[in-house]
Structures are given as C-alpha cells and as structure tokens.
C-alpha cells in the first residue's frame, strides 16, 4: 500500500534513516568513522560498516546490470531531498518486508519494478542488508496497515501515529492507561494486576 503523499515529513525517524542510508549507498555518499562516538554512516555502530560496504556493493552491481541492459538506473532522489519517488517508497517497503522474514515478499516488490532476477537478487541482498543493519541498531520500520487489519498502540502514541499515517480509528486498538484505585485492587487478583 503506497501512502498518498510521498513526502519526508510523512515518515518516521527509522524510515527517514533507511531513506537517507538507501540514497547515500547508492550515490556513494558516505561518511567515515567518527572515533569519538564510534559510529559510521550517520548512526549505525562501525560493527555495521562491512554490512553496509556490502549493501552498497550490491546497489552498485544492480545498477551496473540495469547499465548493460540498457534500461535506466535506479529513480532515488539525493540525500537531502524532501520528496520521496515512487521507487524508494518501494525499498522501504522491501525493508520492512526484509525486517519481518519476508524474503519472498521483496523479490515480490522488486519483480513489479525490475523483471530481471539478477537485479532482483542484488537489490534484494542489498535491502536485506539494510534491514539487518537499521535492526541491529534498534530501528524497526513500522508495518503499514493493509485494509481490513486493525494495529493495537497506546494512547501516548496517537498523535505521532496521526501525524505521519492516514490511520482510521475504526482500525485502530488504543490501549488507554487504567485506574489503579482502590475498586481495581480490590476486584482484581494480584496475579492478574498489570502495571502502568
């Protein structure tokens, strides 16, 4: 499901950083070590630096296949560009496919875009690597809701769930905080108590 408008400030923070790592990989545009906070590329660790060496190299080599056959490279906007093309919304879907052990739904993504299996297998690769290296530093890329699914979040998060997503409320499960007064302790087994 692509969003209506494809713009940077319909992401969240973990997409923004896959968005911005997709375009910097393939433009080769990369930062060195920093030795203070020991990290490369913007906020991964340097543990991630082959990982992200590779994912650049497989970005380069699906762009080197595009080259010998003639077709176009791949549509990604600079670094610093506020608008998103239809081909990136479609790697960061790929991530979050890659993210939640959807091999398959990738090459599924990519084969929409790329008919040629060797350009899938390295796009494929390259996200795969991507993903791993944004979940390893604890970023998650959210799940967009397909029609009928319903998402559970709390209360605290509506606001930045409606700031960035077109989300229905009729879709959506909040978890609101509970009473702790003196009727629930009473009625409610202090096994069964969650806390808040």
């Known amino acids: 499901m692509t969003r209506l408008s494809l713009s940077l400030s319909d992401l969240c923070c973990c997409e923004r950083l896959a968005l911005w790592s997709i375009r910097c990989l393939i433009s080769h545009y990369r930062l060195p070590n920093c030795p203070e906070t020991k990290t490369t590329d913007g906020l991964f660790p340097v543990c991630f630096r082959p990982a992200l060496d590779a994912a650049e190299g497989a970005f380069s080599d699906a762009v080197h296949l595009l080259a010998v056959a003639g077709q176009p490279g791949l549509a990604v906007n600079a670094p610093g560009m506020q608008s998103l093309t239809v081909l990136e919304e479609r790697f960061l879907r790929g991530i979050v496919a890659a993210q939640n052990e959807g091999q398959r739904d990738v090459f599924i ?8 299996r060797f350009v899938q297998g390295c796009l494929a690769t390259a996200l795969t690597l991507l993903a791993d290296c944004l979940a390893g530093a604890g970023h998650w890329l959210p799940k967009t809701l397909l029609k009928d699914e319903t998402t559970i979040s709390g209360g605290g998060a509506l606001s930045s769930i409606s700031r960035w ?5 009729s879709r959506m499960r909040v978890l609101w905080p509970q009473d702790s007064g003196p009727l629930q302790r009473e009625t409610v087994p202090e096994a069964n108590r969650v806390m808040h």
């Not at 993504?109 to 040629?116: N, S």
Request: proline residues 15%; without cysteine.
């Open 109 to 116: 993504l990519l084969a929409e875009t790329f008919p040629d």
């Open 165 to 169: 997503r077109s989300v229905s409320p």
